[in-house]
Antibody, heavy 118, light 108 residues
Framework: QVQLQESGPGLVKPSQTLSLTCTVS??????????WSWIRQPAGKGLEWIGR???????NYNPSLKSRVTISVDTSKNQFSLKLSSVTAADTAVYYC??????????WGQGTLVTVSS | EIVLTQSPATLSLSPGERATLSCRAS??????LAWYQQKPGQAPRLLIY???NRATGIPARFSGSGSGTDFTLTISSLEPEDFAVYYC??????????FGQGTKVEIK
């Protein structure tokens, strides 16, 4: 069973870039059987899909965030990463990474809280 | 963008009772809808995919139905561990995913 763990700074200043990493264990991130996603959840609110990356390196992004988001993969470390630029307080949320073997998010990391504040 | 509207926002029930949760899509999503369960401080867990298929390890008391724009998640007899927030999610307008705003099932 795939396991995922998010890591990165818990506090980011406004206008800066949020950077998070998801480390995958229990499976290879290079496996063609999976793709890898980022999803976020502001406190007390619902879930918002940010984007995904395939083993080929191709990506899909939420149109509302597309201009600010980059998702990349490091196969040597079995990790994938999220960068979100020009952050504001509205980007404060718990950020989850997830894996998919089908059309939905099968396994999720525990989530990491990122607060945008000066 | 396809908008998913869940109702009710909160459902107050007792253990052993039947729970019926609704998810309505702003346009047809065929059967491309999933349900997730989220407990406080935890990540969501996939329960149902493609409207009516239980994910691996999900108990039979959870069932999903519907197609087009109207979907239902039913918990036949609530166990104490079932009190949580439930989200629906569509994959019809791939590659985008959108989620509903959630229904909280609380102990009455």
């Amino acid at each position: 069973q795939v396991q995922l763990q998010e890591s990165g700074p818990g506090l980011v200043k406004p206008s800066q870039t949020l950077s998070l990493t998801c480390t995958v264990s229990g499976g290879s991130i290079s496996s063609g059987s999976y793709y890898w996603s980022w999803i976020r959840q502001p406190a007390g609110k619902g879930l918002e899909w940010i984007g995904r990356i395939y083993t080929s390196g191709s990506t899909n992004y939420n149109p509302s965030l597309k201009s600010r988001v980059t998702i990349s993969v490091d196969t040597s470390k079995n990790q994938f990463s999220l960068k979100l630029s020009s952050v504001t307080a509205a980007d404060t949320a718990v950020y989850y990474c997830a894996s998919s073997s089908g059309w939905y998010a099968d396994y999720w990391g525990q989530g990491t809280l990122v607060t945008v504040s000066s | 963008e396809i908008v998913l509207t869940q109702s009710p926002a909160t459902l107050s029930l007792s253990p052993g009772e039947r729970a019926t949760l609704s998810c309505r899509a702003s346009q047809s999503v065929s059967s491309y809808l999933a349900w997730y369960q989220q407990k406080p401080g935890q990540a969501p867990r996939l329960l149902i995919y493609d409207a009516s298929n239980r994910a691996t390890g999900i108990p039979a008391r959870f069932s999903g139905s519907g197609s087009g724009t109207d979907f239902t998640l039913t918990i036949s007899s609530l166990e104490p561990e079932d009190f949580a927030v439930y989200y629906c999610q569509q994959r019809s307008n791939w590659p985008s995913w959108t989620f509903g705003q959630g229904t909280k099932v609380e102990i009455k």
